[in-house]
């Protein structure tokens, strides 16, 4: 068994409230090779530049914190061209928290110059002294 790991994730903030109303997580527009990179226990937060798909990046915010809650993968339709995978996770908090309070410290892996290259794929491992900041930064 491997340990836990963690994974920073990226959509809009609407997309973010879909899933933790559901307790489902989806990434790439519904791919599933990303999703099989996750394990249960692994523990995930997403990073949503807007409030909407394609919309400006006006939020820039961490706005979900959660563990994948197993091993599940699971299609769903959500119209007849669009059959996306999603994981089910046990989501902890929905706190929005600005990016640039994480980013000030520079242990956090998006410190420094070029942070939003490291997004680009949509799905990122992080260190857990990272994810262990974005949790206590949405606790409270």
Partial sequence: MSARRDWLAVA?????ARGFEGGFMQVCHGKNAPLRRLRAGDRIAYYSPGPLMGGPATLRSVTAFGVVADEVLEQVEMAPDFRPWRRRVGWISDRAV?????RADPRFVLAGPGWGV?????LLAIDAASMDMIAQAMSG
């Fill in 118 to 122: 490291k997004l680009r794929f949509g």
């Fill in 98 to 102: 600005p990016i640039h309070r994480l």
């Fill in 12 to 16: 809009s903030a609407e997309h973010v």
